[in-house]
């Protein structure tokens, strides 16, 4: 940080998690995804979008074949099969969805 020059911060927040179709066999989950900085780089200062893993997805391969050798953070696992409750897998996919995006 440079004295007397603010510096810049970006937050991003994975929330809000809705079930959509749910009991049926094309049943999905998407999030909502919460941007807010101070960077002079957007001219947005805050947005939000909703986003399904899939979509999560298709990033993480869109960053792998421009990376190079930067390593690109992992995605939280893809389960069809639920262990425990619904609301506790949906949960502890919002929070590494959350953990890629801050990577």
Known sequence: ??????????????QDPRVHNEGSWNSYVDYKIFLHT???AFTAKTSCVRRRYREFAWLRRQLQRNAGLVPVPELPGKSGFFV???????E????????FLER
């Open 92 to 99: 502890r996919r919002r929070q590494g969805l959350q953990q």
């Open 38 to 40: 101070n960077s002079r």
């Open 84 to 90: 425990g409750s619904t609301d506790e897998f949906i």
């Open 1 to 14: 940080p440079i004295p007397g020059i603010p510096q810049e911060l970006t937050t991003v927040r994975v």
